[in-house]
């Protein structure tokens, strides 16, 4: 075997991940064709096309049409050599996904909590992992990696060291999660795996700045830059929904005053209804015995004429734009992403968010930007999770294919 030198190393490195890339992107697709876009010879394109076909992740599909001579053959990304988990953790349930490399749903499940005692969550969430793995094809590569997205902040190693709405104060998710399963983990802020689960997937694909808003209980934002996820000094950045709109505003459980999440998230806009006689008294014909009136009710309420429902989302959507205003002054996004629980209540809600952005926002700050709501819905936050440990997973595969070489 011939030793490479450190250059050579890493110039052979970035060929393959050029090259698996044009592959996962652009199947099926010849080695001529990968030459031409990668601008490398067809000699070092062979050589790494084989080594993938070897690692399983690459596979010749037949032949493709000629444009002269020799039909090519066609190669294809195998997407189905491995699998990756994505779990999106909520303050009442957990969703978690398997999914194959191209980030495709192979299989969905969901369990609602009974409590946010970090023991007996860690205990649903192992269940259900063990399930999904249990569930997994037989593959190459097998289960590749696990992604959590938390609704907290996330240090570099997995450790939740703060999620207000869970009360969690440095819980070892990331470190359990590995010790349990001896596969990579990666466990993020559920705002940040959202952002990458629009940018990968969801409305976002071909957008360099965006910024995608969570709303549900409480309100975060992944923010992307140049394509990728901003996550500031610490890796602590995105909590918008502790911004101050009110200086002698209500407390909020961070310990500040005035906080937007207190006017413009989901559990804002419930807390108002339920102060409703009226609208509760309305929402009994939705609601079974003993439940709380929740958003869907809203929606229900509003759908069928409600007009103090009406009003409560409108405002709900005031104070959305408000904020949503401040974001777009401060990065001049080309995109924000309305996403989570509150995607719900688009119909009542998005038309005062875009009449307030219209009205508050600088101009030119304005020109460009739109405000669109998830297309991946309540699903950006679990396929995002997937898709930070798929990244993982392609990351190393780089370099483990370069290493056998
Ligand atoms: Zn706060």
């Not at 929402?283 to 309420?301: F, M, N, S, T």
Request: glycine content about 10%.
């Amino acid at each position: 075997m011939r030793q490479l030198t450190g250059d050579q190393f890493l110039v052979k490195q970035i060929n393959s991940s050029i090259v698996l890339d044009l592959i996962r992107t652009h199947s099926p697709i010849s080695r001529a064709a990968v030459s031409v876009k990668s601008g490398l010879n067809k000699g070092t394109v062979s050589n790494l096309v084989n080594q993938l076909i070897e690692n399983g992740l690459v596979e010749e599909m037949g032949q493709g049409e000629s444009s002269g001579g020799r039909k090519p053959v066609m190669l294809s990304f195998n997407q189905r050599a491995g699998y990756a988990i994505g779990v999106d953790l909520r303050i009442d349930m957990v969703s978690a996904v398997l999914t194959d490399l191209q980030g495709s749903i192979v299989q969905q499940i969901e369990s609602s909590l009974e409590s946010i005692e970090s023991e007996l969550v860690c205990t649903v969430l192992s269940r259900m992992i063990h399930e999904l793995i249990a569930s997994a094809p037989k593959s190459h590569y097998g289960v590749v990696g696990i992604g959590v997205g938390v609704p907290g902040i996330v240090d570099d190693n997995g450790m939740v060291l703060f999620a207000p709405n869970l009360h969690w104060n440095n819980v070892n998710l990331g470190g359990r999660l590995r010790e349990e399963f001896q596969i990579p983990v990666v466990i993020d802020n559920e705002a940040n795996a959202g952002a990458q689960g629009e940018k990968a997937f969801g409305a976002g694909t071909d957008r360099d700045h965006l910024i995608y808003l969570s709303v549900s209980h409480g309100i975060g934002t992944g923010i992307v830059i140049n394509k990728d996820i901003y996550k500031g000094a610490s890796g602590y950045s995105g909590e918008a929904g502790h911004t101050t709109i009110e200086a002698d505003g209500k407390q909020c459980s961070c310990g500040n005053y005035g906080c937007w999440e207190l006017y413009a998230s989901e559990r804002a806009l419930l807390e108002e209804a339920r102060q409703s006689d009226t609208l509760k008294e309305a929402a009994k014909a939705y609601i079974p015995d003993g439940d709380d009136l929740r958003l869907e009710h809203l929606v229900q309420l509003a759908e069928s004429g409600n007009e103090e429902a009406r009003f409560i989302l409108k405002n709900n959507g005031r104070f959305l734009g408000i904020g949503i205003a401040n974001i777009i002054n401060i990065f001049n996004p080309e995109l924000i992403i309305i996403g989570n629980r509150i995607a719900l209540a688009e119909a009542w809600i998005a038309g005062e968010i875009r009449e307030t952005v219209a009205r508050r926002a600088l101009p030119y700050h304005k020109d460009k930007v739109q405000v669109e709501f998830s297309h991946l819905n309540m699903g950006a936050t679990v396929i995002g999770a997937a898709s930070l440990a798929l990244t993982q997973f392609f990351d190393k595969m780089r370099v483990s294919v370069e290493r056998s070489t």
